[in-house]
């Protein structure tokens, strides 16, 4: 009886983390002013002939972390610090990357950034990402063990020229979330 209610409390957890995914209502987390650091990953980017470009959305992104990082440290994905590197930002910025050719997703960021915070002692980061990612990045980085903080108000930007299909639009966006947050679950990810 009592791995099904584990089993049902999970399914729970997991349905509402597909619902704030799919309406971008995720939860605000923690007071900002506690904060050490900020995380931020992409979320799509364009390919062109001269290379990839960080996008509209990760434009705003990285807005959004300039504005709210105050004299933090900010661990951000490639293309949202080259954002802040085009941008100017004033911050100290780290360039969280791939480390080979293969898909880079938001475990994998979160995972590279720990060698980070756990070196400069950081304990606090506030996370800024897209509000229709941001559930599942709040998630991963809970299994992760990660003590996290997050702003209210984030702005749902779509980058409709985004080279990743499923970050053009919420309508896009869906059926794959829906995909990977399973994904995530079976792997106990989350």
Known sequence: MESVVVSLSRFVRVTDIMLR???????????RAETDCVLVPSFGFQR???????????EYLASQAALLAVGRPILAQAEVY?????????QQVYKIAARDKGYFDTRAFLLQCMPVLTAHCYRLPLIIAHPHHLPRTQ?????LGLDISCP???QAVWDKTSEQAWTRSVYT???????????YARRKWL
């Open 139 to 143: 998630a991963t980085a809970h299994a």
């Open 21 to 31: 995914a799919m309406t971008g209502m995720y939860q605000s987390l923690g007071s």
């Open 48 to 58: 062109t002939a001269n290379g990839i470009l960080p996008g509209r959305t990760n």
């Open 82 to 90: 080259d954002a802040l590197v085009d941008m100017g930002a004033a």
């Open 152 to 154: 209210g108000g984030l």
């Open 173 to 183: 966006w869906m059926p794959r979330e829906v995909v990977t947050i399973y994904t």
